[in-house]
């Protein structure tokens, strides 16, 4: 039994069957993420070693050139960048675009892992560059004279609150004025005590560090002592003994002022020239960040109930306003797309009816692709939206192909059945011949190599999913809707419909070299214009806004920064 016999026979298995692809697709659909690009893996990986009294000249002796041979030796490296500075290196290795990146990150650890042996290393860092770290929404809390409190307000209560949101993976804050502890030490009391400022320090890390003082065994439990040495006031730490004389304990208040002042920022963050704090939202990696973005806003409107009147939260960036413009922008295109199609179908066909049945493969077809979206676990972003896009107007081709046999046989006298599978079975061959010689265009990008196939790999897989959806509307669902509402009158066998384009072929054919002439013309001039064509990578996007980065010599302080 063909699909169109099987269609014919057993509508309603049939009409269930569209019905669960179309639940199923408006369930999944649901549940993609939205995203503004697919999901890339940078084949990046960065190492920051951070050292202990070693100058750039050291640092590039002692660590940086030893970390670039090893480095070198991984599989897959193709560049290894190193940047020596006062106390720290920085390494960017640079991998094959197809390195499995989580084995390469090991990797890297495993070769770097000796530096950890030199006395003057004191740690290692390794970690890949996500693009999906970087902040979607960036908010400004601004309001009053007082920046440490206001500090202290986002940091202690709406940063939390923020994390706890579904889909933040993490909430910075920037700016503000941050409290620290200050201890002046004075030298002559020092010298008077016999102490000096090694002894001090010491007693300091020794007040603040939280350890464990061994087992005891108590029947039948073995019990883990803990000594908590973490100060709870300014006055236990003024109490911290840093010394004796005379039998006598010398505490840290003896020999320094200790107090509690700003701490010299290393940040500072306006909002439409106010001073303010900043607090940059990052998502996780499968969050979708329009839905993040939408949680956070509304988390904020409740909490701004409970600020003070003179404390306000702003939005200073929000990348889903692009990307909710970006995807509109491609619903209203493939909707637009649909509409012409149709437009053109009613135009050649003149009839409701025929019209309306080739009309259903579109959507059905698109909602259909969600569900193997969903499952390959692709998003929705530009380039999968365009992916639909750009089916959209091939998505009808098989159907209107054999809506088309199925009007000829009917028009011939054939009974609704009859019509409707001889006329898919007809044909059959012929669309998914042409289906896949479509398929076939687009499946090789999905083994492109590079950000190229990392990029393009989605919207080759969306356009071949619908057409492959097309196809299985044209095969099962137009035979049975054309079996039971197709209605056409008998005409006479070869009675012409389209009497310009037959005058337009007869021409055609009276005239073969002036239409091979033609024809040649058309791809030389194709040719010599091919070149003129502007090249780049991804097409000018305007969102509307400017960034301004100023880069001022190393070693410039935050306050000479502020001014410029």
């Not at 190193?82 to 390494?91: K, N, P, Q």
């Not at 996500?130 to 929404?137: K, Q, R, S, T, V």
């Not at 100023?550 to 410029?564: A, H, L, N, Q, S």
């Amino acid at each position: 039994m063909s699909f169109s016999e099987f269609a014919v026979r057993a509508p309603t298995k049939v009409t269930m069957l569209f019905l669960g692809i179309i639940l199923m697709g408006w369930i999944s659909l649901r549940r993609l993420p939205i995203n503004l690009f697919p999901d890339l893996q940078s084949p990046r990986i960065t190492v920051v070693v951070t050292t202990t009294g070693l100058s750039p000249e050291e640092v590039e002796r002692r660590v940086s050139r030893p970390l670039e041979r090893s480095l070198m030796t991984i599989r897959n490296v193709k560049d290894v960048l190193t940047i020596s500075r006062d106390e720290s290196a920085v390494a960017i290795v640079e991998f094959d675009w197809d390195t499995n990146m989580d084995f390469a990150l090991l990797d890297v650890k495993k070769n770097t892992a000796m530096l950890t042996t030199l006395d003057e290393v004191r740690e290692v860092q390794a970690f890949r560059y996500d693009p999906n770290a970087l902040p979607i929404l960036t908010l400004a809390v601004w309001g009053g004279d007082d920046l440490e409190a206001l500090y202290r307000l986002t940091f202690d209560s709406l940063k939390p609150e923020l994390e706890r949101l579904e889909g933040v993976a993490a909430a910075q804050v920037a700016g503000g004025i941050q409290p620290e502890v200050l201890v002046a030490v004075d030298e002559n009391l020092l010298l008077h005590y016999n102490l000096d400022i090694q002894n001090v320090i010491s007693a300091i890390q020794r007040s603040t560090v939280n350890a464990s003082g061994g087992w005891v065994e108590e029947g039948s439990q073995r019990l883990l002592l803990k000594s908590v040495g973490e100060l709870q006031s300014l006055e236990e730490l003024k109490q911290t003994a840093v010394g004796s004389r005379g039998g006598n304990p010398v505490f840290l208040q003896d020999v320094a002022h200790v107090e509690i002042v700003p701490r010299r920022p290393d940040s500072i963050v306006r909002f439409n020239g106010h001073p303010a704090v900043g607090v940059l939202i990052k998502k996780e990696a499968e969050a979708n960040t329009v839905r993040v973005v939408q949680l956070v806003t509304d988390a904020i409107q409740e909490y701004s109930k409970s600020l003070p009147a003179n404390v306000k939260i702003e939005v200073a960036y929000d990348q889903s306003v692009f990307v909710r413009k970006a995807i509109t922008e491609l619903y209203q295109t493939a909707l637009m797309g649909i509409a012409l199609a149709v437009g053109i179908l009613w135009a050649f066909l003149r009839s409701f009816t025929p019209t309306l049945i080739i009309a259903t493969a579109i959507p059905v077809s698109i909602i259909g692709t969600f569900n193997l979206m969903y499952f390959q676990n692709l998003t929705l972003n530009i380039m999968t939206l365009g992916g639909l896009a750009l089916g959209s107007g091939m998505l009808v081709d098989c159907a209107v192909v054999v809506l088309e046999n199925i009007f000829r046989l009917r028009q011939e006298g054939a009974t609704p059945d009859d019509a409707a599978v001889r006329g898919a079975r007809e044909v059959g061959a012929a669309i998914v011949a042409s289906t896949l010689t479509t398929v076939v265009v687009f499946v090789p990008i999905v083994f492109v190599r590079g950000i190229a196939g990392y990029l393009f790999k989605e919207q080759a897989l969306t356009v071949t999913y619908s057409l492959m959806a097309s196809l299985l509307v044209a095969m099962l669902l137009i035979p049975m809707l054309a079996s039971r509402f197709l209605r056409a009158k008998k005409r006479p066998l070869h009675a012409g419909r389209y009497p310009v384009y037959r005058r337009l072929l007869e021409w055609a054919l009276e005239h073969r070299p002036s239409i091979a002439l033609i024809t040649a013309v058309s791809v030389v001039v194709a040719a010599v214009l091919f070149p003129t064509i502007p090249r780049e990578f991804m097409p000018h996007a305007d969102q509307a806004e400017f960034l301004m980065k100023i880069e001022m010599p190393p070693g410039t302080r935050i306050e000479v920064t502020d001014k410029v």
